[in-house]
T-cell receptor, first 115, second 116 residues
Framework: DQQVKQNSPSLSVQEGRISILNCDYT??????FLWYKKYPAEGPTFLIS?????DKNEDGRFTVFLNKSAKHLSLHIVPSQPGDSAVYFC??????????????FGQGTILTVHP | EAQVTQNPRYLITVTGKKLTVTCSQN?????MSWYRQDPGLGLRQIYY???????DKGDVPEGYKVSRKEKRNFPLILESPSPNQTSLYFC???????????????FGPGTRLTVL
């Protein structure tokens, strides 16, 4: 049972345009969400997070939006750069539960930004 | 430099031959975890540890063991590896604890394991 889903395996965008990566979750107990970026032959690195008490969090070119009623979050990258080409993982957790620290990941989306 | 290290980075072995993948972090983190990454499945948690001598199963613990005798080290043990354990493994650590449960996890570079 995939509790966190990224339904788009890949996304291709032109440099300078907006990249939008989507993520859906089914577990209503999740209340903390993160995006990780992964380059080949490296471990995932933290990109941005959002708590369920917010609906938007921004950090430079990266913005995460959370729609709790739809159980949906998205990552916007504006403007996209070739160096953003990587696999992006959405992750969710329930820090208030007994399994604090546990992250449930989506399948990942491969983003390719063309020059 | 704050980091999580794993060894070996690549390993090819045969069915049934016990192996250990080491993981070490230098950030004094209490929480450590092991994940495996498989195509189409993302990262799935194998085992985690909230502190020294405190470990528990994640989502896919079958065929794995862990130990946490020191805060910085969290080795993953495959007593009798099988081909379905061929995967990319990541160790992670974070400062999450009971009073500050939401914290980002820092990942090691990964260990690519092939079991023939």
């Amino acid at each position: 049972d995939q509790q966190v889903k990224q339904n788009s395996p890949s996304l291709s965008v032109q440099e300078g345009r907006i990249s939008i990566l989507n993520c859906d979750y089914t577990n209503s107990m999740f209340d903390y969400f993160l995006w990780y970026k992964k380059y080949p032959a490296e471990g995932p690195t933290f990109l941005i997070s959002i708590s369920s008490i917010k609906d938007k969090n921004e950090d430079g070119r990266f913005t995460v939006f959370l729609n709790k009623s739809a159980k949906h979050l998205s990552l916007h990258i504006v403007p996209s750069q070739p160096g953003d080409s990587a696999v992006y993982f959405c992750a969710a957790s329930n820090p208030g539960g007994t399994s604090y620290g546990k992250l449930t990941f989506g399948q990942g989306t491969i983003l390719t930004v063309h020059p | 430099e704050a980091q999580v290290t794993q060894n070996p980075r690549y390993l090819i072995t045969v069915t049934g031959k016990k192996l250990t993948v080491t993981c070490s972090q230098n950030m004094n983190h209490e929480y450590m975890s092991w994940y495996r990454q498989d195509p189409g499945l993302g990262l799935r948690q194998i085992y985690y540890s909230m502190n020294v001598e405190v470990t528990d199963k994640g989502d896919v613990p079958e065929g794995y063991k862990v130990s946490r005798k020191e805060k910085r080290n969290f080795p993953l043990i495959l007593e009798s590896p099988s081909p379905n354990q061929t995967s990319l493994y990541f160790c992670a650590s974070s400062n999450a604890h009971y009073s500050s449960p939401a914290d980002t996890q820092y990942f090691g570079p990964g260990t690519r394991l092939t079991v023939l």
